[in-house]
């Protein structure tokens, strides 16, 4: 049976891709977060929603636009031939640190109900931030 990936992007209306630069610059900024990296179908994913949102309530998208995504990083974003293009990655400050982000999870062992710490994500701590 087929289990969908947790950021299958088959259901989504907007294309999101990188320019040339864009790629680049993502890259770098990756390599800038070390263990804390940010997978593409996972910014993707995230990106393309908040689009369908604020299009489904309304809201037009002006043909290029910044994001803000995640603390300390900024997306440069426009619209051509109905592709999102990233323009640009860039960092907001200087990450200096990075704090895991847990969840507490009910899991059924047997009979016993367990509560279990479970990774969701890093939290980017910026030069501002502190």
């Not at 289990?3 to 630069?21: A, E, G, Q």
């Not at 390599?31 to 949102?53: P, T, V």
């Not at 604020?54 to 037009?60: A, E, Q």
Request: aromatic share 14%; proline share 2%; glycine share 6%.
């Amino acid at each position: 049976m087929y289990t969908p990936c947790k950021y299958d992007t088959s259901s989504l209306r907007i294309r999101i891709d990188f320019t040339r630069i864009g790629r680049r610059s993502f890259n770098r900024v990756n390599a800038k977060l070390g263990s804390a990296f940010i997978r593409f179908y996972q910014l993707e994913r995230d990106l393309a929603e908040y689009i369908e949102r604020h299009l489904d309530n309304g809201i037009d998208m002006i043909p290029e636009f910044d994001v803000r995504y995640d603390d300390g990083i900024l997306l440069t974003v426009y619209l051509s031939g109905g592709i999102y293009y990233i323009k640009e990655m860039t960092v907001i400050g200087e990450i200096i640190a990075h704090k895991a982000v847990w969840l507490w999870q009910k899991i059924k062992h047997g009979c016993d109900l367990i509560a279990c710490q479970i990774l969701s994500g890093w939290y980017f701590l910026t030069a501002d931030a502190c």
